[in-house]
């Protein structure tokens, strides 16, 4: 049980859904602007992934920050969309040279491994 109620609020802990959400809360609760809420929660986002990423880096990044702002950008927008595609589509993941199929509560299980195919 614990799996689906984490699986259906994923997607509501990304920083733009969450972002939306707290927005419309402050608004209607404490009457503070929901659009200057939410651009200082997307900026501070942004910079503490970017510090973590760095932290986790330990040193210089292999882009420019210019580069990095673009990626995030994008990963932020896309990662809804990517999770309601998995929802829809469970059936099977790739992952390196192995498919597998996801069973409930987390668990998977190994469909087909490419080295074998490729041997036959």
Request: charged share 15%.
């Amino acid at each position: 049980m614990m799996t689906a109620v984490t699986g259906i609020l994923e997607p509501l802990s990304d920083c733009f859904p969450l972002g939306i959400w707290t927005g419309w809360a402050l608004y209607h609760f404490f009457s503070i602007n929901p659009f200057i809420f939410f651009g200082f929660h997307v900026l501070s986002w942004l910079v503490l992934d970017y510090i973590q990423l760095r932290t986790v880096q330990n040193g210089q990044l292999l882009f420019s920050k210019a580069e990095y702002v673009i990626a995030w950008i994008v990963r932020e927008l896309t990662s809804t969309y990517v999770f309601i595609l998995a929802v829809l589509n469970p059936h099977h993941i790739k992952w390196g040279r192995n498919t597998y199929k996801v069973k409930m509560g987390g668990l998977v299980e190994l469909v087909q491994e490419k080295s074998k195919l490729q041997s036959l």
